[in-house]
């Protein structure tokens, strides 16, 4: 925090602090500077706020080894913010900064958050819906932009359900390409059809042709992605409507 900071951008930042460090499993490092001043408190408004940090655990298995977020100005309810709660009267933008490890994604990919988001992710081959149960799935950083995905899913359609392990090797969008797909093997079943694999790579090329993805009061896009040997650094902008609790034991 820094030393130069007014009376109440200290309290409200501490206040913050304290909040959001109620909410986290674990925290290494958090520190939280809101730019205002009292007569602004009263108005309902602030600068911005600044978040940093490191070493973030919420709901056990979701961890990000660093964030730094940056919002514009914030249009607050002027009562809870006296008491130190951030509560949004209007729309805020953020820009964030989230560096991931490949311990962290593998972590994060046996949480029932991610769990349930994998069960949604549908395809539609010929007509024929297919979906996905996870059994057992590895992400591995090994360097030059590439990312590997070793998996083993259950493909359940309406008439069976069978059992899939691939290896998947792929490099992220970039600003002067778009997602390169370098290999697909099989490692476990009968093997995979042509029709799955465009399948599979058409939803993926619709979720990422996306404006913004929404999740409850949040819509976000990530602007860039850096993958580095064991880590993955992204940009992301986002619209807060506002916080809730759901959100913030997410974010966090």
């Known amino acids: 925090m820094p030393d130069n900071q007014s009376f109440e951008e200290q309290f409200l930042s501490q206040e913050a602090e304290r909040r959001l ?18 007569l602004k408190i009263v108005q309902g408004q602030a600068n ?8 973030l655990v919420i709901q056990k298995n979701i961890r990000v080894q ?10 607050l309810n002027p009562l809870r913010a006296i008491f130190g709660q951030i509560e949004l009267n209007e729309p805020v933008n953020a ?9 962290d994604i593998n972590r994060a990919l046996t949480s ?8 949604n992710f549908k395809l539609n081959i010929d007509g024929e819906v297919i979906s996905f149960v996870p059994q057992d799935i590895q992400v591995f950083l090994p360097g ?19 059992l899939l392990g691939a290896r998947v090797i792929l490099h992220p969008r970039t600003n002067s390409q778009p997602i390169m797909l370098e290999s697909v093997t099989c490692t476990e079943g009968k093997g995979i059809s042509i029709e799955l694999i465009l399948a599979f790579m058409h939803k993926v090329k619709e979720l990422a042709s996306l404006p913004y993805l ?39």
Do not use: C, H
């Open 144 to 162: 030059d932009g590439k990312i590997q995905v070793e998996a083993k899913v259950l493909l359940k359609a309406q008439e069976n359900t069978r």
């Open 214 to 252: 929404e999740w409850e009061d949040i819509a976000f896009r990530i602007i860039d992605m850096e993958v580095q040997k064991e880590s993955i650094i992204l940009m992301i902008e986002a619209n807060v409507k506002q916080i809730s609790p759901s959100q913030i034991e997410f974010i966090n």
């Open 48 to 55: 911005e706020v600044s978040v940093t940090g490191q070493g």
């Open 66 to 75: 660093q964030i730094k977020l940056q919002t514009d100005s914030i249009a």
């Open 112 to 119: 029932d958050f991610t769990r349930s988001l994998a069960e």
């Open 21 to 38: 460090s109620n909410k986290l499993d674990e925290a290494e490092q958090i520190d939280i500077d809101v730019k205002t001043d009292m």
């Open 95 to 103: 820009v964030a900064r989230i560096v991931l490890t490949e311990v």
